[in-house]
């Protein structure tokens, strides 16, 4: 096994003098997991009613869990570069092209990814992917020593189960400190939970099983005082049985692993709306239901809280870093979210869309900005403890809008759209026909 030397700077011991001890431990593990299009208020330690979450529960009861986390982005690709890369989408430009829908871009390999710099520091580093959109063309294998991809549609994904029995057999026949990033898909569309968790919390739907795009764009067709509250109450149940289903892998992962010397990140790349803004599915605008996302520390050295500041995915890259006491890359950003207090009224800024127009927002304690950056227009809005929208403003919004106005100067410049994504644009024939069977392009909205 390898160690790396710490040094501690000892407080004053009974002497009455400080000293510098050498001590020598084993540097963690680190396990980072990442489900597809999870929402917070649908697990029980972010308030939620059906029990979906209970072995996440059990491990963030010994951890810290943000309740006011926020993703870079509404969907997979740019989120997933920031959170992997500690750069907000304007900087690592993979996304979609604003004004080319079908471009798409991919990470230069300059860029350092989080797996690069733990891979550089010695660690075993594997990716268990199922998300099209995390193909190797995207520039995100970078830095893996095993990157497991497999592309999906909407009716075939690999499994949760079977993605931990991936990630488990990798874990066993490894030595030395391990870094493992394990993403699964079950809550992102088609809703279609797996036998173990199927008729947890609806037993016969109102709706078609599996729950697809048509079926959803036809709700979403209809005034929104026609919808069949019934029939979304369904949807939402077997998105529960989905969160539920991969939950139950969860704790197969955790405890095939032990948390003795390893710390586990738990987060999502994005949410889903269910009709709250009158539309379906995710990657179309900016805002909580999208952006909220859950973020949950535990294992070894992580204390017990909670923490109500708001905090991004480039707060928890710089994180995931500094509990490995690994270098952090120049230039990129984030505040240290274990240990020490955090700065007050702080903001995250989100960027990019997959449909429509381009978009940019910041989030702070009250309110959203949400900017088309295509019609110039911006819209202010009250939010809630959980950064969900409340009342869109009318009144006095130069004052009120100034300190996020402000920010978006500080972090990015301008508002301008990100004006070229980096790299090829739809990367290979194979993962353009993918992207195609999971929805993405051309969809029907
Ligand atoms: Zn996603």
Redesign the pocket.
């Known amino acids: 096994m390898k160690y790396r030397y710490i040094t501690l700077l000892m407080g004053t011991v009974l002497s009455g003098c400080t000293s510098i001890q050498e001590t020598l431990f084993p540097a963690p593990n680190v396990v980072f997991i990442m489900v597809?299009?999870l929402r917070p208020d649908h697990l029980g330690i972010y308030g939620h009613s059906n029990p979906t979450s209970p072995y996440l529960d059990q491990y963030a009861s010994e951890g810290m869990v943000f309740e006011r986390a926020f993703a870079h982005s509404g969907?997979?690709l740019p989120?997933?570069v920031s959170m992997m890369t500690g750069l907000y989408p304007h900087e690592h430009r993979v996304g979609r092209a604003p004004d080319s829908p079908s471009e798409f871009g991919s990470l230069p390999k300059e860029r350092q990814t989080m797996a690069e710099v733990f891979q550089t520091a010695g660690y075993q580093t594997m990716a268990v992917v199922n998300?099209t959109?995390l193909a190797p063309d995207f520039g995100l294998a970078q830095g893996f020593d095993t990157f497991d991809y497999r592309g999906a549609d909407n009716q075939d994904i690999r499994s949760a189960k079977e993605s931990t029995n991936v990630a488990l057999d990798w874990w066993a026949q490894t030595e030395g400190q391990k870094f493992l990033f394990w993403h699964v898909m079950e809550p992102?569309m088609d809703l279609l939970p797996p036998k173990e968790a199927r008729g947890a919390f609806v037993k016969e739907p109102t709706v078609d099983v599996p729950f697809d795009f048509k079926q959803g764009a036809t709700i979403t067709k209809q005034p929104p005082a026609e919808r069949n509250t019934q029939q979304i109450a369904d949807v939402l149940a077997l998105y529960d049985e989905e969160i539920l289903a991969v939950d139950q892998q969860l704790g197969r992962l955790v405890e095939g692993i032990g948390t003795d010397n390893t710390i586990f990140v738990f987060t999502s790349?994005?949410g889903e709306e269910f009709w709250e803004h009158d539309d379906f599915e995710?990657g179309h605008h900016l805002k909580g239901v999208l952006t909220h996302i859950p973020l949950v520390f535990w294992g070894k050295g992580i204390p017990k809280g909670r923490e109500r500041s708001v905090v991004s995915h480039l707060d928890m890259f710089r994180s995931v870093l500094e509990l490995a006491t690994l270098p952090i890359p120049e230039g990129t950003h984030g505040e240290m979210l274990i240990g020490s207090p955090l700065p007050s009224r702080r903001m995250v800024l989100s960027e990019n869309t997959l449909y429509g127009d381009p978009l940019l927002s910041v989030v702070s304690e009250t309110h959203r900005l949400e900017i088309n950056q295509e019609t110039k227009m911006a819209s202010l809005w009250t939010v809630d403890e959980q950064g969900m929208e409340q009342e869109v403003l009318q009144d006095n919004l130069d004052t009120l809008a100034e300190p996020l106005f402000n920010y978006i100067r500080t972090v990015r410049g301008d508002v301008k759209t990100i004006e070229q994504v980096s790299g090829p644009s739809v990367p290979s024939q194979d993962a353009f026909q993918n992207l195609k069977k999971l929805g993405y392009i051309d969809a029907e909205r």
């Open positions: 597809d299009t969907w997979t989120s997933t998300n959109f992102h790349d994005h995710h």
